[in-house]
C-alpha cells in the first residue's frame, strides 16, 4: 500500500458528526461491507459545513477526506461537475483530471482500480445526498 493514501486518510478534519445538517446520506458497499455515513449543511445553495463517518478500509477513508475538502464553500452545480469529473476519470482515464484535482491523482489511477469500489463510495454517498432538490 502506497504511503500517500495513509497519509491522506490521516487528515481526520471532517471526520466527525454533524449535528446541524440539511442533507445526509448512507451508503453501504454490497461487496465488502464498508458503511460511508456523510452529512452536510447547505445554505444558499453552498456547502457550509460536512462531516462523515466510515467503518471502512483506508482507501474509503483517504477519498472521503480529499472529497470533503474539496466540497466545503462549494455550489450546487459545482460539486455536480466535480464528482462527473472524479467518476468519469476513474472509470475511463480518458481526459486528465483538471489541475485543481492533482491530489485525487494518487488514489485515483489504474494502480488502485482493483479498490475502485471502496474510493467510489464517498462520491457515490455524495450523490445519494440529493443536494439537487
Known amino acids: 500500500m502506497d504511503l500517500d493514501i495513509i497519509k491522506i486518510a490521516s487528515d481526520t478534519t471532517n471526520n466527525k458528526i454533524l449535528k446541524d445538517y440539511t442533507h445526509r446520506s448512507k451508503y453501504k ?7 460511508i455515513e456523510m452529512r452536510v449543511n447547505i445554505k ?3 456547502i457550509q459545513d460536512i462531516g462523515y463517518q466510515t467503518k471502512s478500509c483506508v482507501y474509503c477513508q483517504a477519498s472521503a477526506s480529499l472529497i470533503s475538502h474539496k466540497l466545503i464553500k462549494k ?11 472524479l467518476i468519469d476519470y476513474f ?3 480518458i481526459k486528465p483530471l483538471p489541475k485543481n484535482l492533482n491530489k485525487f491523482n494518487k488514489l485515483f489511477n489504474k494502480k ?10 464517498p462520491l ?6 440529493s443536494i439537487n432538490e
Do not use: P
Open 29 to 35: 458497499n454490497k461487496t465488502c461491507g464498508d458503511i
Open 44 to 46: 444558499k445553495n453552498i
Open 75 to 85: 455550489s450546487k452545480n459545482k460539486i455536480n461537475y466535480l464528482l462527473k469529473n
Open 91 to 93: 472509470e475511463n482515464e
Open 112 to 121: 488502485n482500480i482493483s479498490r475502485k469500489n471502496c474510493v467510489l463510495m
Open 124 to 129: 457515490i454517498a455524495i450523490k445519494k445526498l
